[in-house]
C-alpha cells in the first residue's frame, strides 16, 4: 500500500481518511483513503493515477478542483483546507472550451474572474497561446470544426496554467483524440512540465502514456476504492521519443500491466 513519505517540503495537495458514499454510508465507493503529494521545487511532480473503470478516480480530481465534497475526510491545497485555497483548474476529456468565445478570450477567462484588465490578461494569454502552438489562432471562435480536437484540448492546457501554473488537474485528456494528435498531446504536456515545474495530477487509462508521462503512478483497487500501489517511475525526467524505446520503459509499462492485473484480481 501506498504510504505517506512526510518530509521538510511543503504538501501541495493532501488527502486523508477520503470516503465517499450516496447513500448515507450503507456502501461506500471509497473508503480509507490517503495521498499526499509535497511540493518538489525546481522540480514539481507528476502523478498519473489509474484503476479500474468506476474506482472513482475521476472523483478525486473534482475534490481537488472544489467541484465535488467526499462524505468524509479532509482534502486541503497549499495545507489550506480546499474552500480557502486558490482554485485548481481541470482539463477534462470532453472539450471545455467556450465556442461564442475566441480562443484569446477562453484562455484568459481565469484572470477575467479574478478582475484583471483586459489588456493585461490578453497579452498573458498570448504567451500560453504561442506556447501551447496555437499562435495564430488566437481570434477563431474555440469551437469543433473551426479547431481541432487537439487544438481544443491545447486551448484548455494553456487556460489551466494561465489560472494556476503550479498545479494542474487532467481527467483522460487526450482519450478522444487520434493517435497521433495523442503523441504530439503527450510530447506537448511534457514540455509544459518541464517549463512550468507544476504539480500534474493525470488521470488515464493507457499504461504506455502513464510511464512515458509521469514520475509516480498511484494504482486504486476497485470499490470501495483506495490507492494499494505506488510506483516510482525511473527514467529521465527530460523525456521525448527516444525515452519509448528504452529498455527500462519497456519493462516499466510490463510491471505496470502486472500491477494493474493483480489489482483487478483483488476485487
Request: net charge negative; with cysteine; charged share 25%.
Amino acid at each position: 500500500m501506498p504510504e505517506f513519505n512526510n518530509t521538510e517540503l511543503n504538501n501541495i495537495l493532501e488527502l486523508r481518511g477520503i470516503g465517499q458514499s450516496y447513500d448515507g454510508g450503507a456502501n461506500w465507493i471509497i473508503k480509507g483513503l490517503d495521498f499526499l503529494v509535497e511540493d518538489k521545487p525546481g522540480q514539481g511532480q507528476f502523478i498519473v493515477v489509474l484503476g479500474m473503470s468506476g474506482c472513482g478516480k475521476s472523483t478525486l480530481l473534482r475534490y481537488m478542483a472544489g467541484l465535488q465534497e467526499p462524505t468524509e475526510g479532509i482534502v486541503k491545497i497549499n495545507d489550506k483546507p480546499i474552500g480557502e485555497a486558490e482554485r485548481v483548474s481541470m482539463v477534462f476529456q470532453r472539450y471545455s472550451s467556450l465556442p461564442w468565445m475566441t480562443v484569446l478570450d477562453n484562455v484568459g477567462l481565469g484572470l477575467q474572474y479574478k478582475g484583471i484588465a483586459k489588456a493585461e490578461r490578453d497579452e498573458k494569454a498570448m504567451e500560453m497561446i504561442q506556447l501551447v502552438g496555437l499562435d495564430g489562432h488566437q481570434n477563431k471562435y474555440a469551437q469543433y470544426p473551426t479547431l481541432s480536437g487537439g487544438q481544443l484540448q491545447r486551448i484548455a492546457i494553456a487556460r489551466s496554467l494561465l489560472a494556476n501554473p503550479k498545479i494542474l488537474l487532467m481527467d483522460e485528456p487526450f482519450g478522444a483524440l487520434d493517435v497521433k494528435t495523442r503523441l504530439q498531446m503527450q510530447d506537448l504536456l511534457a514540455d509544459v512540465w518541464a517549463k512550468f515545474q507544476s504539480t500534474i495530477v493525470f488521470v488515464t487509462h493507457d499504461i504506455s502514456e502513464a510511464v512515458y508521462l509521469g514520475d509516480e503512478i498511484y494504482i486504486m483497487k476497485s470499490a470501495p476504492s483506495k490507492f494499494v500501489r505506488r510506483i516510482n517511475v525511473d527514467l529521465p525526467l527530460d523525456r521525448n521519443r527516444q525515452t519509448k524505446r528504452d529498455p527500462r520503459y519497456t519493462a516499466l509499462v510490463h510491471q505496470v500491466e502486472d500491477e494493474m492485473i493483480a489489482v483487478a484480481e483483488m476485487g
